[in-house]
């Protein structure tokens, strides 16, 4: 098991940004490294999303939603992985998850609430 902590969710302003933060602070380095970490969302009534994913060596993909808009970075050695969000629309809004890519057997955390309203 990979136990991921999600933190930085918050009430934002159309338009706005936010930084979530992906920790895991009982991981040993090589328990964390080989993992490809994903963010995901799940809106109210719909289906959890992937929207952007990152391995140990830098290969990043994001969903559509988010592109030029998301930035996804790993700290390896922090055993972090932030997701910046920038111009931020009420679409976006959602409990924020991180977990492994593919998620297989490992748990889900209780994630971050990002609310973005006016």
């Known amino acids: 098991q990979v136990r991921l902590v999600e933190s930085g969710g918050g009430l934002v302003q159309p338009g706005g940004s936010l930084r979530l933060s992906c920790a895991c602070p009982?991981?040993?380095?090589?328990?964390?490294?080989?993992?490809?970490i994903g963010w995901y969302r799940q809106a109210t009534g719909k289906q959890r999303e992937l929207v952007a994913a990152v391995s140990y060596d830098g290969k990043i993909n994001y969903a559509e939603s988010v592109k030029g808009r998301f930035t996804i970075s790993r700290h390896n050695s922090r055993k972090t992985v932030y997701l910046q969000m920038a111009s931020l629309n009420p679409e976006d809004t959602a409990v924020y998850y991180c977990n492994t890519v593919p998620v297989g057997t490992n748990s889900w955390g209780q994630g971050t609430q990002v609310t973005v309203s006016s």
């Open positions: 009982r991981c040993i380095l090589s328990t964390f490294n080989p993992h490809v």
